[in-house]
């Protein structure tokens, strides 16, 4: 429940496994729920490069595009 523990706790994933597209995700849940959705998308978009083919990583790009307020890229995502 510390948002900063689990800030660390990610870079440290992402440190040992700078090609995991699910730490990026997880980098973007977190900054999404702390409102940096300019990050959160950044982050995400980072898991796109990363699993280009992943539906669960486009999936939750809409999300944090709908999070972000961004309508229009949410559901181009969505589709």
Do not use: C, N, T
């Not at 496994?17 to 995400?44: K, N, V, W």
């Not at 539906?55 to 790009?61: C, H, I, T, W």
């Amino acid at each position: 429940w510390s948002p900063a523990r689990a800030e660390a706790a990610i870079r440290r994933a992402i440190r040992l496994a700078p090609r995991s597209g699910q730490a990026r995700l997880l980098q973007a849940a977190i900054a999404s729920a702390r409102g940096r959705h300019d990050e959160a998308l950044a982050s995400a978009w980072r898991a796109v490069e990363l699993e280009p083919a992943s539906l669960l990583v486009r999936a939750d790009l809409a999300y944090f595009y709908l999070a972000a307020g961004r309508w229009k890229e949410a559901m181009r995502e969505a589709e």
